[in-house]
């Protein structure tokens, strides 16, 4: 048995067995975002017990007792350690960073020749370099570099958009526990909903062009000179606040462009975006709207890495990993004290939802690979209900004020509800709505919606319950939300969606045909 793993933050294990991939994404086990199941210098070190009690829990389940080669990459020597202390494992096989995330995102695609650009903050390669921004150009089984830019520090367009963001104080920040570093990654998705809300500072903008360009101290200093402010922990607020994280946006978007157009990718050509700074649906959706066939997979981020170096030794192309992660790790046996449980079929979710306009977790088979809940671990709600994003937010998320909500439609109805969609299966894109269905629940400030398209092949229970609110005479949409606990990664147990129900304003949840509510 092959088997594949990243040990860094956005930590999986990917295994194929049965002619089935199956990719198990650390956090969730661990109940820890960005848990690590390797040793790094900037990260939290590894709880050896869980780290070793989450292999053992795999090997387990799939009845794996050797591996003959593990793929890896950002793997030390302690942690080949911890899992020789629980299996036998002949061969590691390191892979650089970036060719990992190309060669995920490409086999995850439908195309069989495309671009493929890889961008993040940085990445390691077997060699002992770095590197931040590649292309490539994949065809059938081969997937050549066409571009390594260097510097990396000059491209690494993830750690300037990241690194900044210690200033905004409407971010909450992960605390650090003693003398433990937190990855602050998810403060990246926090700023791209908060530059929503400003304008870029013309004034700055070529001094934070410098600081893309050259990311080191200097150019922060020519930065906070010209702004008249020290970046410093949490020191913006207000519309100043949000003018800055615009202006970083902008930024952002303009270096992208500015590398993009260097590589003379025709028009209307297949464009696949993977790496971190794949989550930035706003680069997505202009390089869409520009006329790019673009792809971005759910785990473009250093959770589908595994997948990728993975597929790259066993040669396979157009595998959807979509929900190929853990199933619900415990049971509803017993019943907790105070909760209810009610047989209930799509019909009677979808008047749950759109006659009753309940808030509902919603638990479906196997977990989703990456950051976000695409139907199968999500919380889910009519978005027309009054003050629905500030409820949200405010009393089942406990989240900052201003995080936006996706939402998930029916591909055919995308026409209906937007002025410039198309299929977008991962919510990778956000389209702009048409005004009179601008509901302010899922409608960012922009007017875009982050939204996933559903057909009945992709997700058919989904589908089903978006066609029935469709039928009722409802609007054939959602607001779909990850469930989680505050502060916690997606949810894997049912305890924890209890405590979610029990602690929070949340409604009640669907599990496996049952309603689970508070008596
Ligand atoms: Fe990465």
């Known amino acids: 048995m092959d088997i594949s793993i990243y040990g860094f933050h956005d930590s999986s294990l990917c295994l194929k067995q049965d002619g089935e991939y199956f990719i198990y994404e650390f956090e969730r086990f661990a109940n820890e975002r960005y848990a690590v199941l390797t040793s790094h210098w900037n990260s939290a070190a590894p709880d050896r017990e869980l780290v070793k009690s989450f292999y053992s829990y795999i090997f387990r389940l799939h009845k794996i007792s050797k591996v003959t080669n593990c793929y890896t990459n950002q793997f030390y020597h302690i942690d080949q350690e911890i899992i020789r202390e629980v299996i036998p494992v002949e061969n590691f096989v390191p892979m650089d960073h970036h060719f990992a995330h190309a060669s995920s995102a490409y086999r995850q695609s439908p195309f069989d020749d495309c671009w493929v650009i890889s961008y993040d903050g940085d990445g390691d390669n077997v060699d002992g370099s770095k590197s931040s921004f590649t292309v490539w150009r994949a065809e059938g089984e081969q997937i050549s570099l066409v571009h390594d830019f260097q510097p990396y520090t000059s491209y690494s367009l993830g750690n300037c958009y990241l690194g900044l963001t210690g200033a905004l104080s409407t971010i ?69 606040e949000y003018d800055f994280a615009a202006t970083l946006q902008w930024a952002f978007e303009d270096k992208f462009f500015r590398v993009f157009d260097t590589l003379g990718v025709a028009p209307g050509s297949r464009v696949v975006v993977s790496g971190g700074c794949a989550l930035n649906i706003l680069v997505n959706q202009r390089l869409q709207d520009m006329g790019f066939q673009v792809y971005v997979p759910p785990n473009s981020a250093d959770c589908g890495l595994s997948f990728g170096m993975l597929a790259h030794h066993i040669g396979d192309r157009h595998v959807d990993l979509t929900y190929r992660g853990f199933e619900i790790l415990d049971s ?26 309940k808030i509902i ?35 089942v998320k406990f989240r900052e004020w201003f995080r936006p909500f996706g939402a998930v439609t029916r591909l055919e109805s ?11 299966r991962y919510m990778s894109f956000c389209p702009t709505l048409r005004p009179e269905y601008r509901f ?15 057909t009945s092949a992709q997700h058919p229970d989904l589908y089903d319950i978006l066609s029935r609110i469709d039928g009722m005479g409802g609007e054939g ?34 599990y496996n045909g049952n309603f689970y509510e508070r008596c």
């Open 172 to 240: 909450k920040k992960r605390k650090a526990q003693k003398d433990r570093y937190l990855y602050q990654g998810g403060n990246s998705g926090k700023l791209m909903g908060l530059a929503s809300y400003g304008t870029p500072i013309e004034s700055i903008k070529p001094a934070m062009m410098d600081f893309y360009d050259n990311g080191t101290l200097q150019q922060q200093a020519e930065l906070e000179r010209l702004y008249g402010k020290q970046l410093t922990t949490d020191a913006l607020s207000g519309q100043e």
């Open 332 to 357: 509803d046996d017993p019943l907790p004290e105070g909760f209810s449980k009610t047989a209930v079929s799509n019909s009677d979710i979808a008047e749950l939802l759109y006659t009753k306009k």
């Open 361 to 395: 977790g919603y638990i479906h088979g196997r977990a989703e690979c990456g950051p976000r809940a695409l139907g199968n671990r999500s919380i889910l709600c009519y978005p027309t209900i009054p003050h629905l994003k500030e409820r949200l937010n405010a009393e």
């Open 414 to 424: 995308v026409p209906k509800y937007f002025l410039n969609g198309s299929e977008s």
């Open 440 to 454: 302010p629940s899922i409608t960012h400030v922009d007017n875009t919606c982050r939204v996933q398209t559903v």
């Open 477 to 510: 949409i959602l607001l779909n939300t990850s469930f989680n606990i505050k502060g916690k990664p997606i949810l894997s147990k049912l305890a924890d969606a209890f405590e979610t129900l029990r602690d929070t304003k949340l409604e009640g949840f669907v």
